[in-house]
């Protein structure tokens, strides 16, 4: 089944413990992108990836990294979490079609928050 | 600065009736995309539209493009309570990267 996949799901921490959470997609799609919800915001996104080895910033790139060793994945580290990074994170994967992402396939989402 | 301002952003509305969601973008724009989010869940694609006078159909959804007026529309056609939902749009803007802006949503409430 083509999927995108996030863990965990759920996560409660404290502000500055490191964390990871791991993004998957098993449709050999290209890019691959992180957002963050929050009431009233949307959806704004953290950062993106147009293939292997590539990465760029999106709206709100602070307090967040990420890399792209291969493909399929794509997790997103907090490496000094604070509680405004409390939100709902989901991870996305589409294919490049004419020039640019197509139709965003979304993970199911992880909800985090920092005490 | 690429904003997409959505209206409205809370609809109410009858099954049974036709209504339109907006989406304005301040910049030109290679690609414009439609969303659907139902409470507690993760976003599904509804349309992807590439270019100028672009219209898509699904069932009682149908989206166009004006790419001269940066706007996008959303048109529902007999509503019925289960489109009930969030609705997205989102902008890849047309500069040299690929970062993608999306709309506060829409919330539309279809009443029986």
């Known amino acids: 089944e083509a999927q995108v996949t996030q863990n965990p799901r759920y996560l409660i921490t404290v502000t500055g413990k490191k964390l990871t959470v791991t993004c998957s997609q098993n449709m050999n799609h290209e890019y691959m992108s992180w957002y963050r919800q929050d009431p009233g915001l949307g959806l704004r996104q953290i950062y993106y990836s147009m293939n292997v080895e590539v990465t760029d910033k999106g709206d709100v790139p602070e307090g967040y990294k990420v890399s792209r060793k291969e493909k399929r994945n794509f997790p997103l580290i907090l490496e000094s979490p604070s509680p405004n990074q409390t939100s709902l994170y989901f991870c996305?994967?589409?294919?490049?079609?004419?020039?640019?992402?197509?139709?965003?396939?979304f993970g199911p989402g992880t909800r985090l928050t920092v005490l | 600065e690429l904003k997409v301002e959505q209206n409205p952003l809370f609809l109410s509305m009858q099954e049974g009736k036709n209504y339109t969601i907006y989406c304005n973008y301040s910049?030109?724009?290679?690609?414009l995309y439609w969303y659907r989010q139902d409470p507690g869940k993760s976003l599904e694609s509804l349309f992807v539209l590439l270019s100028n006078g672009a219209v898509k159909q699904e069932g009682r959804l149908m989206a166009s493009l004006d790419t001269k007026a940066r706007l996008s529309t959303l048109h529902i056609t007999a509503a019925v309570h289960d489109l009930s939902a969030t609705y997205f749009c989102a902008v890849d803007p047309s500069n040299r990267d690929d970062k993608i802006i999306f709309g506060k949503g829409t919330r539309l409430h279809i009443l029986p």
């Open positions: 910049t030109t724009s290679d690609r």
């Open positions: 996305a994967s589409s294919p490049f079609e004419a020039g640019g992402p197509d139709t965003q396939y």
